[in-house]
């Protein structure tokens, strides 16, 4: 037996009382409201749309013609049909035996004729208002004149006039679209649908909020960071989801723990002999000591790198720094060494991170912007709660099917970025990691006219705008 309801159970259940709640609803409304009736007639507008063989009721009655009689032709009439087709044949000047009638609908309370004797009536007064006919002194006129010339509502009714052609006229009532009944069955229907719609709602709640929080779980994935559980709520299928994506996450994060492990202990004890090669290196003389010494800082500066990359960073390391400064610092420094850096904006933007990943991604992008782009122009500026940190250089750019690629570790891109430059192939993979571990992203772009930019986007603690306006003058902007 399922301890948790599942997702074709609570469908099944929705649809089971959606049927319930209608067939209810419907049952009611065929118990409790009124029969259906159409709606009354008068022998003049019968008379009047068989004359013109079309309606001239608007839109209330059926004309056509036939060439056989309609099948209650053949009935016998009742009262008060027989009342009816006389007087028709009275208003239509035909025959009576051309005329013939079937009563389709009820009376309405209070209206009707009675028969007085043979040859006269008393007409009933009626709620429309019609006229009342009594006997008195004097001659009564004759019935059918009565019924023709009098607008007495009677029962709806189907009318067939047979023609000096053989044919028949045929007029019977039509029932509006928008009648009343049909209006209230329509609305015990909506009523239904009022009832049944917040279970509807709820039912959907439970079966899409799990599924929500575990896409947003899933967009949020990070393999290198701590796994954070999902809740194991909603149907059984989206709990044995969810218990399986926790578990897949356990996984992933062990493995990647591991590698980086096993890369930060080969990395770390590669140390120990690049040092001894640098002590031997001092024993050679000639050219063959510089080439080994340069191969030993290359292989060193690796080494640093993949420890870098390696290296996890905790929110717990976190403090406040102004970013501003820091990187006023770090342009400061370059241009002490004779680097073509400069600063074109600079706000004084506050963020939580650790301060030498920081440093280190400032360095990063600026060494990439001065090896392979020849200058760097860096702007620091606050947008929507982001401090926004861009480097931008004068190089080549990069293939638009390879900015994202340059990401990965130790990938080159040739022949601009091959080894010959002196990369590791670690500059950009450490710079994202560093953005990434601070919440934040790192994405390139090239520039129209040439050239490539790299946006860091941290999140901010506070802004304060600088008050002195950007400078195109390298050294006015660096003293700020």
Not at 225 to 241: N, Q
Request: with cysteine.
């Amino acid at each position: 037996m399922l301890r948790y309801p599942t997702v074709l159970s609570q469908v099944v259940a929705l649809a089971c009382a959606c049927v319930v709640v209608a067939v209810v609803a419907s049952v009611a409304a065929t118990v409790f409201m009124p029969p259906p009736t159409l709606r009354p007639m008068t022998i003049e507008t019968a008379a009047s749309a068989i004359r013109s063989s079309a309606d001239t009721a608007g839109g209330r009655l059926d004309v056509s013609r036939k060439d056989a009689p309609p099948a209650f032709v053949s009935s016998p009439p009742a009262l008060p049909a027989g009342l009816i087709a006389d007087g028709l044949a009275f208003a239509l000047e035909v025959p009576r035996d051309r005329v013939h009638v079937a009563v389709v609908g009820e009376a309405p309370a209070g209206t009707g004729v009675e028969e007085d004797h043979p040859g006269r009536i008393a007409v009933i007064e009626t709620p429309r208002g019609i006229g009342r006919y009594r006997e008195e002194d004097g001659d009564v006129p004759h019935l059918p004149e009565v019924l023709a010339t009098t607008p007495i509502s009677f029962p709806a009714f189907q009318a067939a006039v047979e023609g000096e052609d053989g044919r028949w006229t045929v007029v019977s009532p039509r029932e509006p679209l928008l009648s009343l009944w049909r209006l209230r069955f329509v609305g015990a229907l909506v009523f239904a649908a009022a009832l049944i719609l917040p279970l509807a709602v709820w039912i959907a709640s439970r079966l899409t909020t799990p599924l929500r929080e575990l896409a947003a779980a899933a967009h949020g994935f990070d393999a290198a960071s701590e796994p954070r559980p999902i809740s194991l709520s909603g149907s059984a299928e989206v709990r044995a989801l969810a218990k399986a994506f926790n578990a897949m996450h356990e996984k992933i994060a062990s493995h990647v723990h591991q590698r980086t492990q096993m890369l930060t202990a080969i990395a770390h004890d590669l140390r120990t002999p690049l040092t001894s090669l640098r002590i031997r290196a001092e024993y050679v003389e000639g050219e063959a000591r510089e080439s080994i010494l340069r191969d030993v800082d290359r292989m060193q500066e690796m080494v640093d790198g993949v420890l870098c990359y390696a290296d996890q960073i905790r929110d717990s390391d976190f403090k406040p720094i102004r970013f501003g400064d820091l990187l006023r610092a770090e342009v400061r420094r370059y241009r002490e060494m004779g680097k073509p850096v400069r600063i074109v904006e600079c706000e004084d933007v506050d963020v939580r991170g650790r301060e030498s990943e920081l440093v280190r991604l400032i360095q990063n992008l600026l060494n990439n912007a001065l090896e392979f782009g020849r200058t760097a122009d860096v702007s620091l500026r606050s947008e929507q709660g982001s401090a926004v940190f861009e480097v931008a250089d004068a190089g080549p750019g990069i293939p638009e099917e390879a900015l994202t690629r340059v990401f990965e570790p130790f990938y080159r891109l040739e022949p601009s970025r091959s080894r010959s430059t002196g990369g590791s192939g670690l500059g950009l993979a450490i710079a994202l990691n560093v953005a990434k571990s601070h919440h934040g992203d790192l994405a390139l772009a090239n520039k129209q006219g040439g050239g490539l930019r790299a946006t860091v986007s941290l999140p901010s603690l506070s802004v304060a705008s600088s008050d002195q306006p950007p400078s195109s003058n390298s050294e006015e902007s660096v003293s700020r």
